[in-house]
């Protein structure tokens, strides 16, 4: 890197991408600030009391692959691993549809081989095909993360030939040279909802390597809550003398010759910058915080088709009474026996009675998770915009008697069915009750259309195809689920480590 007095650098949003690479600049000398509208840090990965704290409710964390793995090594680099406590979950999640049940074992491919196969024992063959691909991709992945880039690329299809032959196709297709039951492709693509599309569409690489990283390393939680990671990378950033500046929005960038040149603050404060890292929703950053025709045509056409991932509709309930010991399962998938496909199409519709959802029982991930005689239990279910777009502008005025009252027929129906499928008598146990839609994701974190895994993972922003961290902008970057890899913590996280290595490299080239 050349001498990092001639830099300065401003982040745009304190989600984990954004929080990654400030720590990454502060950590090698860059000074930085971060510039955040909440409160605190975290974004998605942050919590929230209620009862005068009686009950902490988790806000996104279900299960996070953070173990011997790229980002891992990113937050040990960081000295942000050893602040952390990872807490193996109980197994990496329960599937429940109408015709079975299973578990999903951690750190057991084989094991998980077997799970299917006794339900499925015409399809062996194919169910161990599946997963050893599975881990196979993410074995690759994960060998070609370790070579920071350090790499003759038109070597790929030689050394890494699995992820080359992914390039191209969905989950479906990768399902389809396995397996032939749709039963089974249902188990196998379990988790689809957890990366935001049905197997159609979804990348098969976005899948199948995270997937295979659980598969292979685990799946863990952070005790107490998913804010300590968030803090804890914060504390890189202010423990270098670096700054974030809370409740305060970046209105514009500001541009000169084609290059970056500072940041417009809400409070109308100028922040000089030769770099500028956007974990902020890519298309308000395009679209309305760029200077009109600073961006090559193609590639703001491409912005602003593209389109954000599905957003959520997510219950909390604190209860009176502890299910620790008494309800199996941390996070039990339900489905309807309709597909994946049926149900990502209710998902966007919210035709709330048909779409799948999960039932997340916090306490079975480790004793004390509530206080005593409490319960913390999470249902969670994709939600597409269009069914809370209208109230928006109600939303924005306050006026959200109609948008009240949809939230609470939802949460009515979730409560229901988890009361059916998962946990009998819930509705006679809840104390207090919260809930969050796409316009709550949007009010709280602005990402467009309240999309909580960036754009799309779909075949045509995925993988090789997804829109990079490097703009055409000179020192303007991508960071978090905007960018390259794409959501989740681990994408969002990879994110920043890849953002922070694109704008270093292009110091070093000057």
Not at 21 to 26: I, Q, R, T, Y
Not at 45 to 62: I, K, N, P, Y
Not at 442 to 459: K, R, V
Request: charged share 20%; glycine share 10%.
């Amino acid at each position: 890197m050349t001498d990092t007095q001639d830099h300065q650098a401003v982040v745009i949003g304190a989600g984990l991408g954004g929080l990654t690479c400030g720590a990454l600049l502060a950590k090698h000398g860059v000074p930085v600030t971060i510039v955040e509208q909440h409160s605190k840090p975290g974004g998605f990965a942050t919590s929230f009391g209620r009862a005068e704290g009686r009950f902490l409710f988790e806000v996104s964390l279900h299960g996070t692959s953070i173990n011997d793995n790229a980002v891992a090594r990113v937050l040990e680099d960081l000295g942000v691993l050893d602040k952390i406590e990872l807490v193996q979950l109980p197994e990496i999640y329960r599937l429940k549809t109408p015709d079975f049940e299973i578990s999903v074992p951690q750190r057991d491919p084989d094991a998980y081989i077997d799970v299917l196969t006794k339900h499925f024992p015409d399809e062996e063959d194919g169910i161990r095909g599946f997963v050893q691909h599975m881990v196979g991709i993410a074995d690759e992945g994960d060998r070609f993360n370790k070579l920071k880039g350090e790499f003759d690329l038109r070597m790929f299809p030689v050394e890494f030939p699995t992820l080359w032959a992914i390039r191209d196709k969905t989950l479906a297709d990768m399902l389809d040279g396995h397996v032939g039951d749709p039963s089974l492709k249902e188990a196998l693509s379990g988790l689809w909802s957890y990366y935001g599309l049905p197997p159609s569409r979804l990348s098969a690489f976005v899948y199948a390597n995270r997937t295979g990283d659980y598969v292979r390393n685990g799946s863990y939680y952070i005790k107490p809550r998913s804010q300590a990671l968030s803090d804890a990378l914060a504390e890189v950033v202010e423990g270098s003398g670096d700054q974030i500046i809370y409740e305060t929005s970046a209105e514009e960038i500001l541009v000169a010759d084609g290059a970056v040149t500072g940041v417009r603050l809400s409070d109308g404060q100028v922040l000089p910058a030769t770099a500028v890292v956007s974990n902020a929703s890519a298309i308000t950053t395009m679209t309305k915080l760029l200077p009109d025709s600073v961006l090559p045509p193609e590639y703001l056409e491409r912005i602003s088709t593209s389109p954000p991932s599905v957003s959520n509709f997510i219950v909390w309930l604190g209860l009176n009474t502890e299910l620790r010991g008494r309800v199996d399962g941390y996070s039990t998938h339900v489905t309807t026996g309709a597909g994946p496909e049926a149900e990502y199409e209710a998902s966007m519709n919210g035709d709330i009675g048909r779409v799948g959802f999960s039932v997340t029982v916090y306490d079975n991930a480790f004793e004390g998770y509530s206080r005593p005689g409490t319960s913390t239990v999470m249902l969670f279910t994709p939600s597409g915009w269009e069914p809370w777009k209208r109230f928006q502008s109600d939303y924005i005025g306050g006026q959200k008697q109609a948008y009240d009252e949809q939230k609470a027929r939802w949460s009515e129906v979730l409560i229901r069915r988890a009361e059916e499928t998962v946990i009998p008598g819930l509705s006679s146990m809840i104390e207090i009750e919260e809930s969050a839609s796409p316009l709550t994701n949007w009010a709280f974190t602005a990402n467009t259309q309240g999309a909580i895994y960036g754009f799309e993972q779909s075949m045509e922003n995925a993988y090789v195809t997804r829109v990079q961290n490097e703009t055409p902008v000179e020192g303007l970057y991508l960071a978090g689920a905007w960018g390259n890899p794409g959501g989740g913590y681990g994408g969002a996280i990879s994110g920043g480590a890849a953002a922070f290595a694109d704008l270093t490299h292009s110091w070093t080239q000057k």
